[in-house]
């Protein structure tokens, strides 16, 4: 890197510090079973420990500035929320009715996406999620970048957060 010039700033989708608290009921309206995650302080995705069967809900206590995502759970493609049709879940701050504090309904949803994507996640089906299938396959070249950008580059879920942990 040449003198006198910074590097690149990688931004990465992370958790903030906050201590306002959000009160989020996640509930699963889609045909899918659905891994929901949330997104920690270095950027890695933290599985809950329970997955979401189409019509399940979760309540949970989380926090502002504390991204969530989710996945249909077999082929980790992504499903979206009811809020703005988002791929990631911001909460917001829970405020005291009645001394009760509120609670958010979020509804995770199948998304709606362009023929493409729909073509691409067929394609990752057929690969059987096994990223040297993909080079083989009779497509052009940026289709296949495309695959390997969408669904095997995707951060570690490895981490799982048992229920009762405040995230």
């Keep these: 890197m040449e003198k006198g010039r910074q590097a690149p700033t990688i931004n990465i989708l992370r958790s ?3 201590n306002n608290v959000a ?3 996640f ?4 045909i899918h079973t659905v891994s929901l995650e949330w997104i920690d302080f270095q950027g890695h995705h933290k599985k809950v420990a329970k997955l979401l069967r189409p ?3 979760l309540s949970i206590k989380t926090y502002v500035g504390h991204p969530w995502v989710a996945y249909e759970s077999k082929y980790r493609h992504a499903m979206a929320f009811s809020t703005d049709k988002a791929f990631v879940y911001f909460p917001v701050a829970s405020v005291l009715n009645s001394g009760v504090p509120t609670q958010s ?3 995770i949803i199948t998304p709606m996406h362009t023929l493409e994507r729909l ?3 067929v394609l990752h089906k057929y690969a ?3 990223e040297s299938v993909i080079m083989h396959l009779d497509i052009p070249h940026h ?8 669904f095997f580059n995707q951060r570690n879920t490895d981490i799982l957060i048992r229920m009762n942990e405040v995230v």
């Excluded at 970048?145 to 969408?150: A, E, F, G, P, S």
Aim: overall charge positive; aromatic content about 4%; glycine content about 0%.
């Design 23 to 25: 009160y989020v009921k």
């Design 143 to 150: 289709l296949q970048q495309k695959l390997q950008k969408l």
């Design 105 to 107: 309904h979020i509804k």
């Design 27 to 30: 509930m699963n309206v889609s």
């Design 119 to 121: 073509c691409l996640q």
């Design 55 to 57: 019509q399940e809900q």
């Design 16 to 18: 903030c510090p906050s």
């Design 128 to 130: 059987q999620i096994d």
